[in-house]
């Protein structure tokens, strides 16, 4: 039963005393805070903060502790609800993998999110009905795409604006333009995009909250926060620890608030200038979308990729990591031919991967964080075929303090730690194989500041230790500080590297708005 308890034209949802507890673990601790109607609410924590909870409670997926209370639009809404409540309440989501259908096309998959949407509404749903809504959607985000095209086509950033559309699809108050009737939550949208592509998302989210869209919005990355957000709702553990106006605080200061200390740029030194051997080299590389690529990182360097989407980035990585055979080319590990045939053979040969799928590739989620790190070294473990339990506990236990991975359990299954965590898993696992050569395909995507530090630190001493990495990311920042060399794609090919002083944001961006203006 849904009773108006307060009315409020300014405020769009209103959270109080709201906790959510797992197995004895408060995931979500009294928390309480109002979304001011027609803003940009940022919603920001460290990895397991409770950010992704707290919006599965709104999405009605989890049923919070009892004494909660929720008003949306000033309405009491009964807790807990269902998830077809919450839609109807005007609560959509925008999750982090976007949720699409990639065999179905974009038309089908507005169709699809709107499953709860009582027959009628928009008159008998007829196929020219549909088109009609969704095309005018799209021309409304400034999207050039058909209804009928297959969202497996896109682009990730296409992909994210279809995902924003169709969010937003049922949202205008008919005739008006206005955005003035849902609360959008939007988690990590950016997050897998590249820095030169985000810009189309945010000017959209700025427009939708001039038309008086209310947005909130989980990100990592403070400098959209600076931008977009009017308001910042900060958790620390389950708790609340700030609600205030965004106002003229720095993207420091939201980043101090955010980790609870002032973030120090610590910096692991560079071993010294003497040049390690090529460790691995790849001459002529070539693949679906590769050209000719011509490639190598020596023992102690950390060798940085960069490029435009679809450049063939991935690609590189990939067919470095055993997981993609190369059309044509050669590759070597020191003066030994390389050619793997499976990311085992990589591995077998020295070669481990963090890849850019976290949850597709990366992580086993049914399994224990231990079972995660030690995947494919049990090996390691073995003693006259016998697998040493004790050594495997304390090698697992040593690379999780080590990644700060939280909370600090090696029985947790994967899939219930917080996103960012199971990043640090399949990162500390790369790590323990102690091959020769690390690569990092996008390894701090959705990893909070401090966490990202803690990363960076760890990849500069393991170079400093003699390993040779190659690290794949859209996040210049990235680059800036951890790398000795950036190499640029550009549609398959090699065609700038940038070192030294030139491994800067601004330079980066240039090399890669350059090479993709060439097109
Ligand atoms: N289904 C679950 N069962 C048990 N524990 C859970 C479950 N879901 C989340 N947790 C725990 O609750 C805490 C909060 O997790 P949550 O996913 O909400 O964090 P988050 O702020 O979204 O983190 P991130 O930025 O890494 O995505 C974490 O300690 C997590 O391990």
């Keep these: 039963m849904e009773t108006v308890t307060s009315s409020s034209a300014t405020e769009a949802l209103r959270i109080t005393g709201l906790s959510k507890t797992f197995a004895g673990q408060k995931a979500l601790d009294d928390v309480s805070f109002a979304v001011p109607r027609g803003k940009i609410t940022a919603l920001l924590g460290m990895n397991g903060s409770g950010k992704s909870t707290l919006i599965k409670v709104l999405a009605g997926v989890y049923q919070p502790d009892p004494g909660a209370s929720l008003l949306v639009g000033g309405a009491e809404v009964t807790l807990p609800m269902t998830p077809e409540a919450a839609h ?5 989501f925008l999750h982090q993998d976007v949720g699409l259908v990639d065999s179905l096309s974009i038309a089908d998959n507005f169709a699809f999110v709107d499953k709860f ?6 008159g008998p749903i007829s196929v020219r009905r549909q088109h009609d809504h969704v095309a005018a959607t799209l021309a409304k985000f400034g999207i050039s795409a058909h209804p009928s095209t297959l969202v497996g086509k896109l682009n990730p950033t296409l992909r994210t604006m279809i995902g924003l559309a169709r969010a937003f699809q049922d949202e205008e108050e008919v005739g008006t333009g206005a955005f003035a009737r849902n609360v959008v ?5 950016t997050a897998s995009l590249p820095a030169h592509e985000v810009d189309t998302i945010l000017t959209s989210l700025e427009e939708l909250k001039a038309n008086g869209g209310t947005v909130i919005y989980v990100s990592h990355r403070t400098e959209e926060v600076k931008r977009l957000a009017d308001q910042l709702v900060i ?3 389950g708790k609340l620890v700030a609600d205030e106006p965004t106002g003229d605080l720095s993207v420091d200061d939201i980043v101090t608030r955010v980790v609870g200390k002032k973030l120090e740029k610590t910096r692991i030194p560079r071993p010294s200038e003497r040049e390690g051997k090529v460790a691995l080299s790849a001459q002529g590389l070539s693949g679906p979308r590769l050209r000719e690529v011509d490639f190598q990182v020596r ?11 679809g ?3 991935s690609e590189l990585i990939r067919m470095l990591a055993g997981a993609q055979v190369p059309a044509s080319g050669v590759m070597r590990m020191g003066r030994q031919a390389y050619t793997p045939k499976s990311p085992a053979d990589a591995i077998a040969a020295g070669v481990a991967c963090v890849p850019q799928e976290r949850r597709r590739e990366g992580v086993v989620l049914p399994m224990s964080v231990k079972e995660n790190i030690t995947l494919g070294r049990l090996r390691s473990f073995t003693a006259n075929g016998t697998l040493r339990g004790k050594r495997e506990t304390s090698g697992a236990n040593d690379l999780m303090e080590r990644f700060s991975v939280k909370p600090r359990d090696l029985s947790r299954v994967v899939g219930l730690l917080s996103g960012g965590n199971q990043q640090k898993v399949v990162v500390a696992r790369a790590a323990g194989y102690g091959g020769t050569v690390l690569l990092l395909d996008e390894p701090t995507q959705g990893v909070d500041a401090l966490a990202k530090q803690e990363i960076a630190n760890i990849i500069r001493q393991l170079a400093s230790d003699g390993l040779a990495v190659v690290l794949a990311s859209t996040d210049f920042e990235e680059f800036v500080g951890l790398c000795d060399r950036v190499v640029i794609l550009d549609r398959g090919r090699l065609v700038a590297t940038a070192e030294g002083d030139d491994i800067n944001e601004e330079h980066l961006a240039l090399l890669c708005a350059r090479t993709g203006k060439a097109a």
């Design 88 to 92: 109807r309440q005007g609560l959509r």
């Design 117 to 122: 949407r009582a027959p009628g509404i928009l």
């Design 185 to 189: 939550v939007l988690d990590e949208p």
């Design 235 to 237: 958790l620390r553990d």
């Design 299 to 309: 023992s102690g360097e950390i060798v940085g990729v960069a490029g435009l989407v």
């Design 311 to 313: 450049c063939g980035r």
